[in-house]
């Protein structure tokens, strides 16, 4: 598909967000998308499908079953847009279209530092892509030095993404504002100077991780360094989108950068149960694939009891959504891992280690991580958890599901009683050295120890790597 008839497609949808049907945004939330949702698992047969005793879904006809939901789902409700309240609907022509054009694989980065995503399946052994870190709070004085440390693990991470600033030069960021603005360009040059460091110029680069709103995107992405870049697009929960994401999709077009786009589904959310946020999480693989013309979706399935992926319930969901796209679309679906436990922790190890497993297993073509501590404190995220999540996502690629889902029913009770109350860890300066770029010895220990044993259960963490 060429860059005009793409263009041109995003325009489409635009359009609609002008013409389609009026609903109201507490409308959707409260009466369309449970109703519907309800409506669709009661006639498929989906109810209360899930089984919490089997956290990866080993089921292939019931995950087909939830694609034919999902697919029915996302083509009776569509998007709403926030901005205009009106729906952006599609229809069965527009999502083969979309299918249709969709890229067969995709390159980031150049070089040495070359690597291809391509469609996986579930038990695919071609290895999935790892972009690190997620774009947790970090002070400004150990902004390079951490980005240079994800950097440097050429096996274990692809592509980089960036770090939110804490009060980057002294100054309180406020979203929307010129401060956003400036804050997404001055990202980018710190991100330039971790490449060097690192000694990875030409690594793949993944968005503007401080843009809130669109505004700091705007700023950051005509200086995105790194090769075939990527933009960050992601929409309000849930199943709604808005002109910020249009504008992100138009200027990723303008720049010649990969449209990256997704949001959460939340079990508890307006879906419901966990079969309703799955169910919602497959439709919006769809819509985000039509609407935006988007390369890869990053759809994830949150139990909002916890605010994590790593549950039984939300590891279910998430196997589900993943199996389904990866059997019947070539869709390239970028999957988040949400862990909620800190650095330097047996039960951050624990915890990514099953929900990295299962992902990779399942047939996600690329993720996004470290979640470290639930992204809820200011400098604890480190390389070290970006590392192993690196190792966990591809080793895993060519597992068994039968095998994963037997390994995680071992793994989940070593943390799984914490969920509720995850160990907050220890910050970025006191297990991680910034000047070499090496952890500290507790957590080098901690990394070979636990990797050892989950290799004596069965994880194949000990292969080589390659694309």
């Known amino acids: 598909m060429s860059m005009s008839e793409r263009m041109d497609a995003i325009l489409n949808s635009l359009d609609k967000a002008y013409s389609g049907p009026v609903c109201s945004i507490k409308d959707w939330d409260v009466k369309v998308i449970p109703t519907t949702v309800h409506g669709i698992l009661k006639k498929h047969g989906l109810e209360k499908t899930c089984d919490i005793d089997n956290p990866c879904n080993t089921d292939m006809e019931l995950a087909d079953r939830f694609y034919q939901a999902g697919r029915e789902l996302a083509l009776e409700l569509g998007f709403l847009c926030e901005d205009t309240e009106r729906i952006i609907r599609i229809d069965e022509s527009d999502l083969q279209d979309a299918m249709n054009q969709y ?5 980031y980065g150049s070089g040495d530092n070359e690597v ?6 579930p038990e695919d052994p071609y290895p999935p892509v790892m972009v690190a870190p997620l774009a947790l709070m970090m002070s400004e004085e150990y902004v390079v030095a951490a980005l240079a440390g994800f950097a440097k693990k050429k096996k274990l991470v692809d592509v980089l993404n960036g770090l939110t600033i804490d009060k980057p030069r002294g100054r309180e960021i406020r979203s929307g504002t010129p401060y956003e603005t400036w804050l997404g360009h001055y990202e980018q040059e710190l991100k330039r ?3 060097w460091l690192a000694g990875r110029e030409d690594m793949g680069t993944c968005g503007v991780a401080n843009s809130t709103t669109e505004y700091g995107h705007l700023g950051g992405a005509p200086a995105t360094p790194g090769k075939n870049p990527t933009t960050m697009c992601l929409l309000p929960a849930e199943m709604k989108i808005c002109f910020g994401n249009f504008h992100r999709a138009i200027q990723a077009l303008n720049y010649g950068q990969r449209i990256h786009s997704g949001s959460e589904s939340y079990i508890g959310g307006y879906g419901g149960s966990v079969e309703g946020a799955t169910l919602i999480c ?3 693989d769809l819509l985000n694939l039509a609407i935006l013309r988007c390369d890869n979706t990053n759809n994830n399935v949150m139990d909002m009891k916890y605010f994590s992926g790593t549950s039984r319930r939300a590891l279910w969901g998430n196997s589900i959504a993943i199996q389904a ?3 019947n679309t070539e869709i390239m679906t970028d999957r988040i891992v949400e862990t909620v436990g800190g650095p330097c922790t047996e039960f951050y190890m624990y915890e990514a280690a099953v929900g990295y497993m299962i992902h990779s297993a399942s047939g996600a073509c690329k993720t996004l991580g470290p979640r470290s501590a639930g992204g809820r404190f200011v400098n604890y995220i480190t390389p070290v958890e970006g590392w192993w999540v690196g190792q ?3 080793s895993c690629a060519g597992m068994k599901l039968t095998d994963v889902n037997a390994l995680a029913k071992e793994l989940i009770p070593k943390y ?3 969920l509720g109350n995850p160990p907050k860890g220890l910050s970025i300066t006191e297990c991680f050295n910034l000047h070499t770029l090496e952890p500290s010895e507790e957590y080098a220990q901690l990394y070979e ?5 989950l290799i004596g259960m069965g994880m194949p963490l000990n292969q080589v790597f390659r694309q």
């Open 392 to 394: 966990v996502f591809k």
């Open 282 to 284: 497959i439709a919006n």
């Open 449 to 453: 120890r636990i990797k050892n044993e």
């Open 325 to 327: 796209i990866a059997r």
């Open 416 to 418: 799984e009683n914490e």
């Open 193 to 195: 100077q971790a490449l």
């Open 116 to 121: 291809i995503m391509k469609p996986r399946k």
């Open 103 to 107: 890229p067969k694989e995709i390159v």
